[in-house]
Each structure stands twice: as structure tokens, then as C-alpha cells.
């Protein structure tokens, strides 16, 4: 089977419109294939080939837009690049077609600079206590304080989230963090 690039076609086809010899331009193609392309082209259809499936869900600015706001919401540091399944309710009102896994796959590969990540959890209180530890190690130190005066009186309890959170972030990019605004409890 012969193989050919769409620039390739679109030249056979120009050739056979411009009344060459159809049997003889059709060496690379088959023929029945090189007919069925000169009469699209002659009824004013395109002459390459549309590419395979259903049509994306979202026209293509609205693509580009949110590649845009995935990457602006990274630059300024923000958490909105998470991709949560509201916003895909919202997309799916929107346009009244559903977003799934296969469309979030196809997503990324048309846009190739983004990619599936899984996002570090920071919490709000993170700057609070690395400021209280080198504030702490600051006292201990200068007021030369011993092991033997410290000790534990917080008998706060700790709630974990060990759960990972999937985002879609610039590909090579290692600032990629989802805020974890769980609250403390006594």
C-alpha cells in the first residue's frame, strides 16, 4: 500500500484538476483513492484529510484559553491548575458535551507543554511554623538552653490527608503544590 504525506495529495490532486493524465499522476496513490479526492476537491471540499473521531468537545480557542490559564495560574503560583471534576461539569454545561478520561488524555496529548502531575501538599500554617522553629532554635541557642528544659506540653491532634491530588501543570516544572486547608481540631 502506498504511503503519502497530505502535501504529496494535495499536489496529485492539483495535478489531475489541471487536466494531467490521471492513470499515469496516480503511481504514489491508488487511483480509485486520487478520483474520490479530485471530485471533493472539485465540489470546493478540502483536499487533506480531517483527522479521526468525534470533534473535540471544546472549539479550539476555548482549548488554547485554558492551556493559557493552566500555565498563568502556575506562573503566579495560584492553586487553580487543579482540573477538578466541577470545572468539567461546568465545561460540560457549557457546551453540552461530557468530559471524561478519554478527553482529558487526548487533551494532553494535543497540548503537549502540559502534563498529567501529582501536586505536594503545603498547608496555609506552613510559613507560621518554619518561622516558630527558627525562632525556637534562635532562643535555644543564644540563651543556651539544655535538653533537659524542653519538653512537650501541645496536646494538639494531627489530621493527615494522604491523599494525592492530580493536576495538570507544565511539563519540567517542579512548582507544583495544592494548598491543604484542613482545619485543626482539639
Not at 26 to 54: C, D, E
Not at 75 to 101: D, E, P, W
Not at 143 to 153: E, G
Given at each position: 500500500?502506498?504511503?503519502?504525506?497530505?502535501?504529496?495529495?494535495?499536489?496529485?490532486?492539483?495535478?489531475?484538476v489541471?487536466?494531467?493524465?490521471?492513470?499515469?499522476?496516480?503511481k504514489?496513490?491508488?487511483?480509485?483513492?486520487?478520483?474520490?479526492?479530485?471530485?471533493?476537491?472539485?465540489?470546493?471540499?478540502?483536499?487533506?484529510?480531517?483527522?479521526?473521531?468525534?470533534?473535540?468537545?471544546?472549539?479550539?480557542?476555548?482549548?488554547?484559553?485554558?492551556?493559557e490559564?493552566?500555565?498563568?495560574?502556575?506562573?503566579?503560583?495560584?492553586?487553580?491548575?487543579?482540573?477538578?471534576?466541577?470545572?468539567?461539569?461546568?465545561?460540560?454545561?457549557?457546551?453540552?458535551?461530557?468530559?471524561?478520561h478519554?478527553?482529558?488524555?487526548?487533551?494532553?496529548?494535543?497540548?503537549?507543554?502540559?502534563?498529567?502531575?501529582t501536586?505536594?501538599?503545603?498547608?496555609?500554617a506552613?510559613?507560621g511554623?518554619?518561622r516558630?522553629f527558627t525562632?525556637?532554635?534562635?532562643?535555644?541557642?543564644?540563651?543556651?538552653?539544655?535538653?533537659?528544659?524542653?519538653?512537650?506540653?501541645?496536646?494538639?491532634?494531627?489530621?493527615?490527608?494522604?491523599?494525592?491530588?492530580?493536576?495538570?501543570?507544565?511539563?519540567?516544572s517542579?512548582?507544583?503544590?495544592?494548598?491543604?486547608?484542613?482545619?485543626?481540631?482539639?
Amino acid at each position: 500500500m502506498p504511503s503519502y504525506t497530505n502535501n504529496e495529495l494535495v499536489a496529485v490532486v492539483h495535478r489531475v484538476v489541471d487536466r494531467e493524465h490521471a492513470p499515469t499522476v496516480s503511481k504514489q496513490t491508488h487511483y480509485r483513492t486520487l478520483m474520490n479526492w479530485v471530485a471533493k476537491a472539485k465540489n470546493g471540499n478540502p483536499v487533506a484529510s480531517s483527522r479521526r473521531g468525534p470533534p473535540p468537545a471544546l472549539h479550539p480557542e476555548a482549548e488554547q484559553n485554558r492551556v493559557e490559564w493552566v500555565i498563568g495560574s502556575q506562573y503566579v503560583g495560584s492553586n487553580g491548575m487543579i482540573f477538578s471534576r466541577r470545572q468539567a461539569t461546568y465545561l460540560a454545561m457549557m457546551t453540552g458535551k461530557t468530559f471524561g478520561h478519554g478527553w482529558y488524555r487526548r487533551f494532553l496529548k494535543r497540548h503537549p507543554i502540559l502534563s498529567g502531575r501529582t501536586s505536594e501538599s503545603t498547608t496555609k500554617a506552613c510559613d507560621g511554623r518554619t518561622r516558630l522553629f527558627t525562632t525556637l532554635c534562635k532562643v535555644i541557642i543564644d540563651h543556651k538552653i539544655s535538653n533537659s528544659r524542653l519538653f512537650n506540653m501541645d496536646k494538639t491532634a494531627f489530621y493527615t490527608n494522604k491523599g494525592s491530588k492530580r493536576v495538570v501543570a507544565v511539563c519540567g516544572s517542579r512548582n507544583v503544590w495544592h494548598p491543604d486547608l484542613s482545619t485543626g481540631f482539639h
